[in-house]
């Protein structure tokens, strides 16, 4: 739309058009007056709109007056500015409060200003088309309409009116401004700001000349309006280039006029007055400056807006140019010697301490006037000679008020301006001010009594300040005092009440300090005896800090000193950096997260941004050298009373700091971190560094763990950009280093993945640097590489990464591809340049990884592990003390995955390394907890090392050393003083594994070595006897842990019955010979009869084993021949020995046993030279012995009848494979005789006779003694209930031999119900068996049974009764048919009698059975 677009005129009752014709002709002034005040401004949202003035109802537009050219040019310019758009309306309410109900219809102006260039105006009026605020933001060209002929319009086209028109166009605009500004809110200040400097620097004369008239013809406008004008000019001035100099004197003079003048709006209005001053010293610095030290040397105090001027001067350093800024420098050190006199002049130096000590709008604001003042008393001071006077005005302004921050500020400025020439007597006050009583009562406990205390509260941070400044303004002379200043401060710190006051000030004083000793030419050979102390004292300072809230930049400062003390001399000692890092590092790598930190600073009136920081404020640009440091700390902003609210309030943007305090605080750390690096540039000092570090890197908190490892990545980036890092000595712990990147680089957060892969490629880098691998022009070192984009730029500079980032491709050269790689590709990268320890030392801090209570850490760890092992595996020494530190981690591990990686790792170091990983494990395998028992299955995982594993474990078991009567006697249970439990510990796991799916298929095949191994084990533990007295045997039971006798013989049973051998397991557990084995005297028994019986089941095994059989009776150890040969007579008996050794071989070695020192085993070798094989006759004599031996089965002597059965047992073993032959039917029908014998001895005996007969039994021979076995089931049946535990064990045996020899099936629940179940169960198992093997020999079986109803014996008797119930019930009619009535009433009174039976299940099946007989009786009858 353009600013104006037509003319509105109203009367009450009609309506006017106007015909104005603009020429040189003269216009009636009265009518140009009326146009210019019926109209204003008012911008809103870009438009503007035209508000009728309040006017009589019968005004009237005089029309006498006439103007010539130029005046008419002036009103019309100011008639402009009211152009307004022809869509606006006037308001009916006025801003009078009058009704009005003018409204102006169809007022059109024709186009007299159709000759005005709409270019012109356009560039103009639309310059900002997208400004919010804009005017003109239509894209119409700006037009007057008036109503007027053609003619008229066509002789409006000279030049003299086109410029005429523009100039007054401008000049309207800006005056119209000029006007308005008074009633701008901020927003549209602001923008008339912004549109008053670009017409200025298009016409600058004309915006001058408007800005010179309006205030010349507008005297009584307010101080208000005034005020805002003044904040117009100093912007416009400030953005000319060049300003004429008509202009320059005129606003000066304006300037100094209302400098001094007192208004409603005090101060403020003089400082926007003194702003234009000072925006005309960039025009006119010569003159400025010429009155400024006119009127400070006229002797009487200067006017306070001088002291503002001048102030803002010395702070602000873009008002001047350079040769005009030191200009001013020299001149202000002129003006402070010319006004040492005023010292003494009693009524200026009153004035100038009532303005240093004077109360400020706030506080806590330092103005310029103030901050000058400051400054030029100590210029002052600095110029005078007089030392009396000196400490006279120095003490003077110590004793004033020390409340309040600024002027605390203001007087250490003072006193350290003064010690640029005269250092002892700013020292001596100083000194002599410490030693005040005031001073001291406020070292002591200070308690708050009243408000005259607070002046004196914080008088020790002014000692402390002024100790900074005396320093920093000191410069080279300082160094001798660094000493006597820093004991000063670090007693006044120590002894002070703490608060964040004193805290800030020492740290100031300290930078201040700090700064200038480094600008000291000869601080780097000085020996400062000081640091040690400060350094204890910035270590407590950061450990003070409250460890959940960041709210000051404390932490930051104190680290920044004490980068800046590694460049001093001494260094720090080892003990004191340790604990300096430890303290530093947990209390900020320890703070919470972003979020907590900003929630932390919610209930303050005014928190600090921890992200971004609060602008700094003009007294915080004092002293450039301490800001350096203290861009960070928190400033109040100045909140003004309510009555200046509609003053602009315009931030400095140029003076707010890129990063937040957050960010800066771990900057500090990286700096600090890189000082102690470039002050020992060694290896060992980067082990130093990081071994405080590995804590944090570890740390459960995913925020700690971040932070510390950007601060490795930014160390490991600087060394690499720097490149001072000696490479002649090697890396220490790097595996360590190495490691713990490579866990991090599998962490869950992602950040924390990309932080440490970057780490690990600068780490790389400097590895190849010390390596000397890669050639300097192919390295491209990291200030180089590319800045990343602005959103990663943020996340990176975080410090706590809100959202994930991945490492841009272009981070890297591409010669440094290992920024390109994966976590584990950049990792084996790293370590094929590692040597065999630094990967060893990876390993070990991985495995320590795995003892984690994060469960992320332990997945990474021992995938971490995994890696190394499987790329380096072979090559490692100390295996076994890793397998040793993984099992003692695996009990921790809770995440089944992590579990399943760390047990991978023994798996893959199984590959190489089983011997040592056997003999570690022995040392936690008795017991052997599941965990344990883990590890060893994940040792034998894979099949060829199964097998390896089985015979490293013989190995160790075949090492029985007998202990010694001093290892007896010592408590130690290490195997180093007790070596014969590794054995022990071999035979434990060969058991449990045994049972482990992956050793299955292993202990198959070993099964021959094992178990010779397993006999000559149980003699071993025999010869140790252990448990002996009866305390150790008590220990034993207690500890509920299984003695190694035990063991050893579950061992080999588990051997039997896993391997497939259980036939050769259930002849021994049916015969009780397994107690044999728990005495060394019957132990060749035990072996003889697990023998026999793997002769008699025609084991598969025997060739096998009696390969091994033949090394083991060369044996060096005793018991290994023993145990051979035992096994080795047994196995003569079978046909399977031939086809491994012949006979003249066997005699060969049995003759070689004859010479044995050993006399068992001679005599073993005597017993097998005589067996049967040698000697093919014998079997004709032994078989012709036994009717003799069998006469003497009647014989009336107990005992001779058993030994003669024992005799007959014994001749059927030696007759081997040729058995008895035709007598096997007598032995059969004599021993089945003495089955019912009411001797004990003889029962059982017999019974074992007749198992022994049927085990030499064949398939040829069965058929002739078919019913002699058949008709010996239900008695051997019976005899299970037998009182005598003998007999039981025997007729079990000779019941399941039975079975055997008949094949019964399924054979193993055969025998498992015979050796261990008892109830009725079990009972009804073997009948049913019975009754199904045996259809054929029913009516035997049932009466046998009925027969065994008149036993003697109740247990007998019982179960006979039991089994004719079972069989009544299934076949009723046939038990009917054979029961006799005799048998019947017998059965009758044997159910009763079971009715009253102790055994539950017996009486319920006996009340059961009576009723089931009546029904069958009843029935029978029938």
Same mark, same amino acid.
């Given at each position: 739309m353009g600013l104006a677009r037509g003319l509105q005129l109203g009367s009450h009752d009609e309506e006017v058009k106007l015909n104005l014709v603009f020429t040189s002709q003269p216009v009636p002034t009265r009518l140009l007056r009326t146009w210019f005040s019926s109209v204003r401004l008012h911008p809103c949202h870009g438009h503007a709109r035209s508000v009728p003035r309040a006017q009589k109802p019968n005004q009237q537009l005089p029309s006498s007056a006439t103007l010539d050219l130029s005046q008419t040019k002036f009103l019309v310019s100011k008639s402009l500015c009211g152009l307004v758009s022809p869509h606006t309306h006037t308001p009916r309410n006025t801003p009078s409060g009058h009704s009005t109900n003018r409204r102006i219809k169809d007022v059109e102006l024709q186009r007299i200003f159709s000759h005005v260039s709409v270019s012109t105006k356009e560039s103009l009026c639309t310059k900002e088309p997208q400004d919010c605020a804009s005017w003109d933001r239509q894209s119409h060209p700006a037009t007057i309409m008036l109503c007027s002929s053609k003619n008229s319009q066509a002789s409006l086209v000279s030049k003299e009116h086109q410029m005429f028109m523009e100039e007054a166009y401008n000049s309207a605009i800006c005056f119209k401004m000029l006007q308005d500004i008074a009633t701008s809110d901020p927003l549209q200040l602001k923008y008339i700001t912004k549109k008053m400097k670009k017409m200025a620097q298009r016409t600058a004369n004309l915006v001058m000349e408007t800005f010179h008239d309006y205030f010349k013809d507008n005297p009584e406008i307010s101080s208000r309006h005034r005020f805002r004008l003044f904040q117009v000019l100093q912007a416009v001035i400030g953005a000319l280039d060049v300003l004429e100099e008509v202009w320059q004197r005129n606003f000066m003079q304006l300037a100094l006029?209302?400098?001094?003048?007192?208004?409603?709006?005090?101060?403020?209005?003089?400082?926007?007055?003194?702003?234009v001053l000072l925006a005309l010293c960039r025009h006119s610095w010569p003159a400025v400056a010429k009155h400024l030290e006119t009127e400070l040397l006229t002797g009487v105090f200067p006017h306070r807006s001088l002291l503002y001027v001048m102030g803002v001067l010395s702070s602000q350093e873009e008002l001047l140019k350079k040769e005009d800024r030191e200009s001013w420098k020299d001149l202000l050190s002129q003006m402070a010697r010319k006004s040492v006199p005023f010292l003494n002049t009693d009524v200026w130096s009153k004035e100038l301490l009532w303005s240093l000590t004077k109360s400020s709008r706030t506080q806590q604001e330092h103005t310029p006037e103030k901050a000058f003042l400051f400054t030029y008393y100590g210029l002052i001071l600095q110029a005078e000679e007089d030392s009396s006077t000196i400490r006279t005005h120095l003490k003077t302004l110590l004793e004033t008020s020390h409340q309040w921050p600024k002027?605390?500020?203001?007087?250490?400025?003072?006193?350290?301006?003064?010690?640029?020439?005269?250092?002892?007597?700013?020292?001596?006050?100083?000194?002599?001010?410490?030693?005040?009583t005031p001073i001291k009562w406020s070292l002591q406990n200070f308690s708050l009594k009243n408000l005259e205390d607070l002046r004196w509260k914080w008088a020790g941070s002014t000692i402390l300040l002024s100790y900074g400044q005396m320093a920093a303004k000191a410069k080279s002379h300082i160094l001798p005092w660094v000493d006597n200043i820093l004991s000063r401060m670090i007693f006044y710190f120590r002894f002070s009440s703490w608060d964040e006051t004193l805290k800030q000030s020492f740290l100031t004083a300290i930078m201040m300090l700090v700064g200038a000793i480094s600008r000291s030419e000869g601080a780097h050979s000085y020996e400062f005896s000081q640091t040690s102390e400060l350094l204890e004292c910035l270590t407590t300072l950061i450990e003070k800090e409250p460890p959940d809230t960041l709210l000051t930049s404390i932490r930051q400062q104190a680290v920044h000193i004490v980068a800046s003390l590694c460049a001093l001399r001494p260094p720090m000692d080892v003990d004191r950096k340790s604990r300096l890092l430890s303290v530093c590092f947990r209390s900020i790598f320890a703070l919470p997260l972003l979020d907590a930190l900003e929630k932390h600073t919610c209930l303050f009136l005014e928190p600090p941004n921890i992200q971004e920081m609060q602008p700094r404020t003009e007294c915080q640009r004092w002293e450039p050298v301490a800001l350096i440091l203290l861009l960070s700390v928190p400033t109040p902003s100045v909140s003004c009373p309510a009555t200046w609210d509609w003053l602009p309030v315009t931030p400095v943007e140029e003076h707010w700091p890129k990063k937040g305090l957050y960010s800066q605080t771990m900057e500090a750390m990286d700096h600090m971190l890189q000082c102690f690096m470039m002050q020992n540039p060694t290896a060992n000092e980067l082990y130093f560094l990081l071994s405080h570090l590995y804590v944090w890197l570890a740390s459960e908190k995913a925020h700690e763990r971040q932070r510390a490892v950007h601060r490795c990545m930014i160390l490991f980036k600087f060394l690499n950009c720097k490149r001072c890092l000696e490479t002649k000595e090697n890396f220490r712990r790097m595996g360590q280093l190495v490691a713990m990147l490579g866990i991090l680089c599998q962490d869950s957060d992602r950040t924390i993945q990309c932080l440490s892969l970057e780490a690990m490629g600068h780490l790389y880098q400097l590895l190849m640097q010390q390596k000397a691998e890669v050639p300097e022009m192919e390295r491209k070192t990291p200030q180089e590489l590319p800045p990343p984009d602005a959103a990663g730029a943020a996340l990176w500079s975080s410090g706590d990464q809100r959202g994930t980032l991945l490492i841009p491709q272009d981070m890297a050269s591409k010669n440094d591809s290992i920024f390109f790689m994966s976590s584990n590709q950049a990792t084996k990268e790293i370590m094929s340049h590692l040597a065999v320890t630094e990967l060893t030392d990876l390993i070990w801090t991985a495995i320590d990884g795995l003892?984690?209570?994060?469960?992320?850490?332990?997945?990474? *760890?021992?995938?971490?592990?995994?890696?190394? %092992? !499987?790329?380096?595996?072979?090559?490692?020494?100390?295996?076994?003390?890793?397998?040793? *530190?993984?099992?003692?981690?695996?009990?921790? %591990? !809770?995440?089944p995955q992590a579990k399943e990686s760390a047990l991978h790792v023994i798996t893959l170091l199984a590959r190489n390394h089983i011997p040592e990983l056997v003999a570690a494990f022995l040392d936690f395998s008795t017991p052997l907890d599941s965990h344990s028992f883990r590890l060893w299955r994940a040792l034998g995982a894979e099949e060829p090392a199964s097998h390896l594993v089985l015979t490293v474990l013989m190995a160790w078991m075949q090492k029985r050393p007998l202990p010694t009567s001093a290892s007896k006697d010592d408590g130690s249970s290490y195997p180093v003083e007790k070596p014969h439990l590794r054995s022990l510990a071999a035979m434990n796991t060969i058991h449990e594994l045994q049972f482990a799916r992956e050793f299955k298929k292993a202990v198959r095949d070993t099964f021959p070595q094992l178990f010779l191994a397993l006999l000559a084990q149980m003699h071993y533990i025999m010869e140790l006897n252990q448990p002996t007295e009866p305390e150790q045997e008590q220990k034993a039971q207690e500890s509920a842990t299984p003695s190694p006798q035990s063991t050893s013989l579950e061992a080999l049973k588990s051997l039997l019955s896993t391997t497939g051998?259980?036939?050769?397991?259930?002849?021994?557990?049916?015969?009780?010979?397994?107690?044999?084995?728990?005495?060394?005297?019957?132990?060749?028994?035990?072996v003889g009869l697990l023998a026999r019986a793997m002769v008699q089941n025609h084991c598969k095994e025997i060739k096998a084993i009696v390969s091994y059989l033949l090394p083991s009776l060369q044996s060096q150890q005793e018991r290994e021949r023993k145990t051979a040969i035992l096994v080795l007579i047994e196995f003569l008996y079978s046909p399977a020995l031939l086809e491994v050794l012949s006979k003249q071989a066997a005699l060969t070695v049995l003759a070689q046993s004859l010479q044995d020192t050993c006399s068992e085993i001679r005599v073993a070798s005597l017993q097998g030279l005589g067996n049967i094989l040698f000697h093919t006759?014998?079997?004709?004599?032994?078989?012709?012995?036994?009717?003799?031996?069998?006469?003497?089965?009647?014989?009336?002597?107990?005992?001779?009848?058993?030994?003669i059965m024992g005799l007959v047992s014994d001749i059927l073993h030696r007759l081997g494979t040729e058995g008895a032959g035709a007598q096997s039917l007598s032995i059969a029908i004599n021993a089945r005789y003495f089955f019912d014998d009411e001797r004990d001895n003889i029962r059982a005996a017999a019974m074992a006779l007749f198992g022994d007969l049927v085990a030499t039994m064949t398939d040829r021979e069965l058929s002739g003694l078919?019913?002699?076995?058949?008709?010996?089931?239900?008695?051997?049946?019976?005899?299970?209930?037998?009182?005598c535990p003998a007999v039981v064990t025997q007729a079990k045996f000779a019941f399941y031999r039975c079975a055997v020899l008949l094949r019964w099936q399924p054979r193993h629940t055969l025998f498992c119900s015979l050796a261990w179940e008892t109830g009725l169960s079990a009972r009804h198992f073997l009948w049913t068996c019975l009754m199904t093997h045996s259809e054929k020999e029913f009516s035997i079986h049932l009466s046998q049974a009925i027969n065994y109803l008149h036993s003697h014996h109740r247990h007998i008797k019982t179960w006979a009764a039991l089994f004719i119930g079972y069989t009544t019930c299934y076949q009723p009619q046939a038990v009917t048919q054979m029961v006799t009535e005799m048998d019947a009433k017998l059965l009758f009174s044997t159910f009763k009698d079971l009715k009253k039976d102790p055994e539950p299940a017996i009486r319920e099946f006996a009340t059961r059975q009576l009723e089931f007989l009546r029904e069958v009786s009843a029935r029978s009858k029938k």
């Open positions: 006029e209302h400098m001094t003048k007192s208004t409603e709006l005090d101060d403020i209005y003089q400082d926007a007055a003194s702003n002027q605390r500020e203001g007087i250490a400025l003072t006193v350290g301006l003064v010690a640029v020439r005269h250092l002892d007597d700013a020292w001596a006050i100083l000194e002599q001010f410490g030693r005040s003892g984690s209570t994060s469960t992320p850490w332990v997945q990474a *760890a021992a995938d971490l592990l995994s890696l190394v %092992i !499987q790329e380096h595996g072979d090559n490692l020494a100390t295996v076994g003390k890793m397998g040793q *530190a993984i099992h003692h981690h695996l009990c921790a %591990i !809770q995440m051998h259980w036939h050769d397991f259930a002849h021994l557990e049916l015969q009780s010979a397994w107690e044999h084995f728990t005495s060394i005297h019957t132990y060749p028994q035990a006759e014998k079997g004709t004599l032994l078989r012709g012995q036994l009717p003799a031996f069998l006469n003497g089965f009647f014989q009336n002597n107990e005992a001779v009848v058993v030994g078919r019913s002699q076995v058949c008709q010996s089931m239900v008695p051997l049946l019976l005899y299970l209930k037998d009182q």
